[in-house]
């Protein structure tokens, strides 16, 4: 039985991040490693005291908030009694891929944490990461290669956590899949767009290693259906009984405002990708290096934090992120009630960091300098008017910009090449269509990730793969004891 009053005795902790002076001179995680001090900082005990903030509410609403249906209540007692064996055991029932959730997951289940109706929920993302942590430490985490296999084989294009989480599944049941990735390495965004100080790769290798233990196989840079590529659309179909559609929607959003064509304005996986080769020490500088510069970057969510710590870390003179939305509130608004996920102000490790945060803010266009290089950024104030944007006059200005990140998200998944090839209809957000079997247009041909449901979040990717891989199965046997947590039209609380 959970301690039904801890929530009473115990307030809301989480870990202290490492000092931002310290932390900018490096790319390492933000927090503390329990073998630097971290255990001193926020030690096991301190864990398991908010994990005994759980207070056994009965209708667990956070198995909502989280796409995965991951069994909190469950895991957080199991580690209050210190059952850590038990409670990966737990954890992975649900989620094959703790480690990556607990580090970048929004959290969405605390969100709708019964205690957040006072705003202080448990510390659920916290308690998800040490326990697989700790059963990486301990050695718990092992191979589990199927007991027979199917004959069956499958091809997985894309690696990210969709992909990766549709080949553990399906490698499990026995079958004998293929990942292809055309990156030099796998991992999707988790590898080049996601920096290294929001998660180290050796999370993602240490995962890697355990699949291709259990038999799962990995081929980087084919671009499947490309002109020219190794694996032609002709030769998938061949090759392979069932093929799973999971290479993201990678076609960032421009911005064509006048002066776009300038040098120095780039899409923010443009810039991303050259920041971790550098965390990674494939490269010394990067070919687009925020060092000395002053940097704008336009968009003010994650993929712009991003930016925003990646350049700071590169040494960048000053750096500015835009948002056209208004400074969300500091807590829930009357139309945004629990157990919806709250959308006030979020202050990322990247923001504690420094730089300006302006928000009502449109981009008028670019200005350049006598080499076609952009210099500055022309802005101006908007108000919510009749539900459209309006400039407020008198608020044009300048910001000094070198270089311009643009961070406004992502259109849906690459047509040339694959998505033609195999001629999978599209719907009108640019997303793959799928059916309530998450296959495709085309028979054999699934869908899992952001390819289907449009630009999302890691634990969305992980469930789609987990639910695809069940329905891939199901199509290439009849039936399949592989769980399904979520349908393709599954959305967040709100
Ligand atoms: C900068 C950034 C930061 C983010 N931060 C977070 C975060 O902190 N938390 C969070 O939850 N979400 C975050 N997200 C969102 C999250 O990364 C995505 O929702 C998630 O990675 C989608 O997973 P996926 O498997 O569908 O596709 P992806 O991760 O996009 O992987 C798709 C892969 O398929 C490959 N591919 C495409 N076509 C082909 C082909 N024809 N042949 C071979 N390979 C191909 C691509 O190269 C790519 O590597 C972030 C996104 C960005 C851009
Ligand atoms: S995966 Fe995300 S939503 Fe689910 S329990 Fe972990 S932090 Fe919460």
């Known amino acids: 039985m959970p301690d039904s009053t801890g929530f009473l005795k115990f307030e809301r902790a989480t870990p202290p991040r490492r000092p931002v002076d310290v932390r900018i001179r490096d790319w390492k995680e933000v927090y503390l490693e329990r073998q630097q001090g971290g255990e ?99 050695g718990w985490v092992e191979p589990q290669p199927p007991a027979e296999l199917s004959g069956k084989k499958v091809a997985v294009v894309g690696s990210g956590p969709a992909g990766l989480a549709a080949a553990q599944q399906l490698t499990r049941a026995g079958h004998e899949v293929t990942v292809y990735e055309r990156a030099d390495a796998i991992g999707g965004l988790m590898r080049y767009g996601i920096p290294e100080f929001k998660m180290e790769k050796r999370h993602l290798d240490r995962r890697l290693d355990q699949m291709r233990a259990e038999g799962t196989r ?129 202050v990322s490790s990247a923001h504690e960091e420094g730089g300006d945060r302006l928000y009502s803010v449109n981009t008028e266009r670019f200005v350049g300098d006598e080499d076609g290089h952009v210099r500055a950024i022309a802005v101006h104030d908007v108000e919510m008017v009749d539900g459209r944007f309006t400039k407020v006059e008198g608020t044009e200005r300048e910001l000094p910009a070198d270089l311009v990140f643009l961070a406004m998200g992502f259109t849906g998944a690459q047509k040339e090449g694959l998505v033609e090839g195999l001629g999978v209809e599209l719907d009108a957000r640019g997303n793959v269509v799928r059916d ?29 793969g987990r639910a695809a891989a069940g329905a891939v199965d199901t199509w290439l046997t009849g039936s399949s004891m592989l769980p399904r947590p979520i349908t393709p039209t599954a959305v967040a609380l709100r």
Not at 47 to 69: E, K, S, V, Y
Not at 81 to 94: C, F, G, K, N, S
Not at 436 to 463: H, K, N, Y
């Open 436 to 464: 309530a079997e998450f296959m495709s247009t085309v028979p054999g041909v699934f869908v899992a990730g952001d390819v289907g449901r449009g630009q999302s979040l890691i634990v969305w990717a992980i469930a789609e």
């Open 218 to 346: 990995f081929v980087t840079g084919v671009e499947v259906g490309a002109p020219g590529s190794d694996l032609s659309v002709e030769q998938l179909r061949a090759d392979f009984d069932a093929v799973v559609l999971s290479g993201g929607a990678t076609i960032g959003r421009d911005l064509p405002a006048p002066g776009r064509d300038l040098a120095g304005i780039h899409l923010a996986m443009e810039f991303l990708p050259g920041g971790n080769r550098q965390a990674l020490g494939l490269v010394d500088r990067p070919e687009i290096d925020a060092h000395g510069k002053h940097v704008v970057i336009i968009g003010g969510g994650d993929t712009g934090a991003d930016c925003l710590g990646t350049s700071h870390r590169q040494g960048a003179a000053s750096v500015a992120q835009l948002e056209i939305m208004p400074e969300p509130p500091s807590s829930r608004g009357p139309k945004n009630p629990w157990p919806t996920y709250p959308m006030v102000l979020k």
């Open 40 to 138: 001193e900082a926020f030690g096991t005990a301190a864990l398991r005291t908010q994990a005994a903030r759980c207070m056994d509410c009965g209708i667990p609403f956070c198995h909502h908030g989280c796409p995965l249906g991951n069994l909190i209540p469950e895991w957080n007692d199991l580690v209050r009694r210190d059952d850590w064996r038990e409670a990966v055991e737990r954890l992975h029932a649900t989620n094959n891929f703790p480690e990556f959730t607990g580090r970048l997951c929004p959290a969405p289940c605390e969100g709708s944490c019964v205690l957040n109706l006072n705003e202080s929920p448990v510390t659920i993302k916290q308690v998800e990461v040490e326990i697989i942590d700790r059963a990486f430490a301990e």
